[in-house]
């Protein structure tokens, strides 16, 4: 009979946990969308923030996230991937591919704050490039590339070593062979890997504080790569802490929720795909 | 007899330890040649040092000579693409490529610049016809290979492997994974091969090295034991070990 009472209670506790969860998302959420929804407009979304006029608009923010994104991802694409390529196609010492991937490893769990201070020092100071979306581009290729690497790596290790023998079998050069067997067997995954790193890189702040700046005025692609250009996260603490518009914050919070949800969403779906493919 | 390849004091190392001790023997042309002997004897590394496919191991070790065509194989200056362009290999598991049919056997023409379409037309249909699978998948080359059964799967790599034009063609274990069926089909094609090409396989079936090959290489514990015609090795064998594995007394 105690049996029976225990059971129960720990499939109550159990269920309250999972309760706790789904309530502390959706109040999460919820409340965002309840402070945050009203704010937005069309005008938000479409102009920027005019001192003259006294009103404020997100545009050139969304804009900075994205020329973000793909500068980027343009640079950390090929690097990471190639440098996947290598560690597990070319590199014949076991040891130091295991050290390059404890230090890729390694890096993942480093506080972005911390690549942030690096870029600023780096990029801005250093090197000399103004603070704009080059310099926190450059900033979070540091942090993303050891995701890129560690997801290519696991893609190209799905694709069968029997391919790479057939191929090779034949007279294939080892490039040649990577090139038409085992790449384009190993892009699904590839490609869910670069959606992730998407995501990371449309929540990330504290690494773009000092190297992308602060900068709420509108910019084409090329001047915004060396002028202050804040993006959607650093708006967000822009307007919310330095001007006090708490719902404009609440607004881009809306916009920053949506965004991550349908990157993970393209990346689920891809995952599906792969997993198809697989089977 | 003609040769096809002549090894010679072939020794080979996976790190410490000594795989092949000593191998010399003269390959025939145009015979199919059956490597047999128990498991872990070598014989499946004995054949990849046949195409230079054990310089994908790490850590192997090779002395002596594999000669082809007056030339060691692995003299320093040998370019390996065009050796296994010559020499030719199917594997123990059927491995087409996640392609069409066509794609998978006009791959090889087009690793050696082949593009042609028309070119490749023709070498496609050539090798699936030499390989006895053409009128089962004429009408379905676009179709993935992967939809094919295990013993046409294996049909079409053999297909890709001649659509190269090799001279040796390499079977490692080819129809171990396949039913009897496919295994009396495939064995047919290789009495049809022998023709053009020169077979070596590996085989764990003593039937199968009776049925069809013409000589025999028996291997055990990295050395090699005895090669004759298949007809004396298995009615006189010289060595008691031959005699041994033959009759099923061990392995």
Not at chain 2, 142 to 165: D, F, H, K, N, P
């Amino acid at each position: 009979m105690s049996r029976r009472i225990w059971n129960n209670a720990v499939k109550a506790g159990l269920y309250i946990c999972s309760a706790v969860t789904v309530a502390l998302l959706v109040s999460l959420i919820g409340y965002i969308m309840y402070r945050g929804i009203p704010a937005l407009s069309f005008h938000l979304l479409s102009t920027q923030s005019s001192y003259l006029n006294d009103t404020i608009g997100i545009l050139p923010n969304i804009l900075n996230t994205l020329y973000i994104i793909i500068v980027t991802m343009a640079i950390a694409i090929p690097i990471g991937v190639c440098a996947a390529l290598y560690l597990t196609e070319y590199a014949e010492n076991k040891k130091l591919v295991s050290a390059i991937e404890f230090a890729a490893e390694t890096l993942t769990g480093i506080p972005s704050i911390i690549f942030g201070l690096v870029g600023m020092l780096v990029f801005t100071q250093l090197l000399g490039i103004k603070q704009g979306i080059l310099a926190g581009a450059l900033t979070l290729v540091m942090m993303i590339m050891p995701t890129i690497i560690r997801t290519t790596q696991e893609s190209l290790k799905t694709v069968p070593m029997s391919y790479r023998e057939g191929a090779l079998a034949m007279g294939a050069g080892k490039w040649y062979m990577i090139r038409t067997v085992v790449l384009p067997n190993a892009v699904d995954g590839i490609v869910t890997g670069c959606i992730l790193a998407v995501g990371r890189i449309i929540g990330e702040s504290a690494a773009l504080l000092f190297t992308a700046g602060f900068g709420l005025v509108l910019n084409n692609f090329v001047d915004s790569l060396t002028s202050s250009s804040a993006t959607l996260t650093v708006a967000l603490y822009v307007y919310a802490s330095e001007r006090g518009e708490t719902n404009v914050a609440f607004a881009i919070a809306v916009v920053l929720i949506i965004l991550t949800l349908v990157i993970n969403m393209i990346a689920g779906l891809a995952a599906g795909r792969l997993r198809a493919k697989t089977k | 007899m003609d040769k096809a390849m002549e090894i010679k004091d072939l020794n080979l190392w996976y790190g410490e330890h000594q795989a092949l001790e000593n191998i010399s023997v003269d390959l025939p042309k145009n015979e199919i040649t059956a490597l047999i002997g128990p498991s872990g004897c070598g014989k499946s590394t004995f054949l990849k040092t046949l195409n230079r496919m054990n310089d994908l191991v790490q850590g192997v070790r090779i002395t002596g000579e594999v000669r082809y065509n007056g030339k060691n194989i692995y003299d320093p200056d040998v370019d390996v693409t065009d050796l296994r362009k010559k020499i030719g290999m199917v594997f123990q598991k059927a491995n087409p490529f996640p392609m069409s049919i066509y794609d998978n056997i006009a791959y090889g023409p087009r690793i050696h610049g082949v593009h042609a379409k028309v070119k490749l037309d023709e070498i496609v249909e050539r090798s699936l016809k030499d390989a006895a699978i053409w009128n089962e998948v004429k009408d379905r080359l676009r179709t993935s290979a992967l939809g094919l059964s295990g013993g046409q799967q294996q049909r079409l790599c053999i297909a890709r492997a001649l659509a190269v034009e090799p001279d040796i063609l390499l079977m490692d274990e080819s129809t171990s994974a396949l039913d009897p069926i496919s295994t009396g089909k495939i064995e047919e094609l290789c009495l049809e091969l022998k023709k053009k090409y020169t077979v070596v396989m590996v085989t764990h079936n003593m039937q199968q090295a009776v049925r069809i090959s013409d000589w025999c290489a028996f291997f055990l514990l990295g050395k090699l034991i005895e090669f004759n015609t298949s007809e004396k090795i298995f009615s006189i064998p010289q060595d008691k070990r031959t005699e041994d594995y033959i009759t099923g007394r061990f392995g």
